[in-house]
């Protein structure tokens, strides 16, 4: 596509409830990068995808957290047991080649935990 | 997690201002960049500097990667109301760790026309 393309821009969830975040990156982008990014901070890093293999996954703050990309091209993130601190926008970012310099964000997800 | 430290935090000035800001770490980085956020969406690459000393820039926009490699610099001359957002600047570590980038917390920016 022309851009890198999140959905749903926005997920109301209960506690407890499991969500699935999905981006589809710009095509044929070997790189993807998830970012948490809460209220007025900037992006924090969740991990890293080249092709299908997740080669940094440090950033993912619990294992509820679970990231995808079995194709090499759509990415889903997702979350189980959401808990309130988990509210927060999620960005999908692509690049062309290795690394993340000169991505591409997507619009992100604004996650609101209820 | 790490972040970088970016000052001002905010910024309200008048349209056809100039304006300044900037970023510093403790660590030295590889590559500089600057982007821009708008509510609602994803930051947007404004600037990228890949060697220490380089000055670059990109219409009204200039900015510079420190020599010390721990600091940069982004100036916006004769600022117009389109300018409003949220500009961060975001470094990249050492060759062996490219695979995240390091944020501020970024500087909003507020023009009155």
């Known amino acids: 596509g022309a851009g890198v393309s999140q959905s749903p821009r926005y997920k109301v969830a209960k506690r407890g409830q499991d969500v699935a975040l999905r981006c589809d990156p710009i095509s044929g982008h070997v790189s993807l990068f998830w970012y948490q990014q809460a209220l007025g901070q900037g992006p924090e890093f969740l991990t890293y995808f080249q092709n299908e293999a997740q080669l940094d996954k440090s950033g993912l703050p619990s294992d509820r957290f679970f990231a995808e990309r079995p194709e090499g091209s759509v990415s889903t993130l997702k979350i189980q047991r959401t808990q309130q601190e988990d509210s927060a926008v999620y960005l999908c970012a692509s690049t062309v080649g290795v690394g993340n310099t000169e991505a591409f964000f997507g619009q992100g997800t604004r996650l609101t935990v209820v | 997690g790490q972040q970088l430290n970016q000052s001002p935090q905010s910024m309200f000035i008048q349209e056809g201002e100039d304006v300044s800001m900037n970023c510093t770490s403790s660590?030295?980085?590889?590559?500089w960049l600057w982007y821009k956020q708008d509510p609602g969406e994803g930051p947007v690459l404004l600037i990228a500097?890949?060697?220490a000393g380089e000055l670059t820039s990109n219409g009204r926009l200039t900015a510079q990667f420190g020599i010390t490699r721990k600091d940069s610099f982004l100036n916006i001359s004769a600022s117009i109301p389109s300018d409003v957002g949220i500009y961060f600047c975001?470094?990249?570590?050492?060759?062996?760790?490219?695979?995240?980038?390091?944020w501020g917390l970024g500087t909003s920016l507020a023009v009155n026309p």
């Open positions: 660590s030295i980085f590889n590559t």
């Open positions: 500097l890949y060697k």
């Open positions: 975001a470094g990249q570590p050492p060759a062996g760790n490219n695979r995240k980038l390091i």
